[in-house]
């Protein structure tokens, strides 16, 4: 009986080998190189490391690796990507890590995706394919964003970036009584703000567009940090909640540089975790589907 932890009998793969040869992934993501132990003991190491960063078990890693058939520069790609995060996350972040906790999710999307769509374009390809609705609606209605402004210059009012479609749906507000808008928005997941109201009776094509908007947003605030040195911290670490308190609600303010020397100000309550969980959670979903952008 082979060790479950390591091997699981299988029927022969398209390539001829089965588990219990000690294949740990259905197809070799290194045919380009020649065959011996190494091999086999790498791509055992590569379904451990998936099972630690994706939260997976190892025959689900095995089943998973499998839509990669016939793709397998696919998968060498996936796999190099799933290492950068493993090694940053277990080596190089510290618990109280926000900036680079996101950003090495942000990368390890983009060493994902195909490289022939541009680095902002295939984050937001990625968000729209592998975000499911509930991880879509979350990001939206928990980042508030101003428009951009010079420094020193007028912030204006943080808001949804569905705040101007919700605005504009007559009926919607006919039916929910809003005859004159919010003067702010909530950034609050549960919040009854306006903008989170409207969103949550919208089709999946028009949720599509505003992730697609808040893909470009986030993108924004990764390059402010490569490119300008911003300090941006994407939200909260902890939330730090008094024993005593009965009702407790917070929210982080920052602002990240845009072109022309501007500035964007943004709030959240999301905290870093859950931002990146809800990235990590699409990441699984796009190996298990095989990376097809």
């Excluded at 290194?30 to 630690?52: I, S, T």
């Excluded at 618990?95 to 680079?100: C, G, K």
């Excluded at 008094?242 to 303010?253: C, E, L």
């Excluded at 959240?268 to 699409?282: F, K, N, Q, S, Y």
Aim: contains cysteine.
């Amino acid at each position: 009986m082979p060790n479950r932890g390591m091997y699981v009998r299988r029927p022969p793969t398209q390539k001829g080998m089965t588990m219990s040869e000690k294949r740990a992934l259905a197809v070799d993501p290194y045919a380009h190189q020649p065959e011996g132990e190494w091999k086999l003991q790498r791509l055992q190491d590569d379904n451990e490391m998936l099972c630690r960063v994706l939260k997976m078990e190892s025959e689900a890693v095995f089943d998973a690796s499998a839509k990669y058939e016939g793709r397998e520069e696919a998968l060498f790609r996936f796999l190099f990507a799933m290492r950068f995060l493993d090694r940053v996350t277990s080596v190089e972040l510290k618990d109280e890590a926000s900036t680079l906790k996101v950003l090495s999710a942000i990368f390890a999307i983009e060493g994902i995706a195909p490289s022939d769509l541009g680095n902002r374009e295939r984050f937001v390809q990625f968000l729209m394919r592998y975000m499911d609705q509930n991880g879509k609606r979350t990001l939206l209605q928990s980042y508030l964003f101003t428009p951009a402004y010079p420094l020193g210059g007028e912030t204006g009012r943080e808001r949804h970036l569905m705040f101007d479609a919700a605005s504009k749906d007559e009926a919607f507000r006919k039916e929910t009584f809003w005859d004159a808008l919010p003067e702010y928005c909530g950034s609050d997941q549960y919040s009854s703000c306006f903008c989170s109201r409207w969103l949550v009776g919208q089709p999946e094509r028009v949720l599509d567009d505003f992730t697609r908007l808040f893909g470009e947003r986030l993108y924004a605030m990764r390059c402010a940090v490569v490119h300008d040195a911003t300090p941006v911290v994407f939200g909260g670490i902890r939330d730090q909640k008094p024993d005593d308190a009965g009702f407790w609600s917070f929210s982080v303010w920052d602002a990240y540089s845009v072109q022309g020397g501007q500035f964007v100000t943004y709030e959240t309550r999301l905290l870093v975790g859950d931002t990146v969980g809800i990235l990590m959670e699409g990441i699984r979903r796009c190996f298990e589907d095989g990376s097809r952008f």
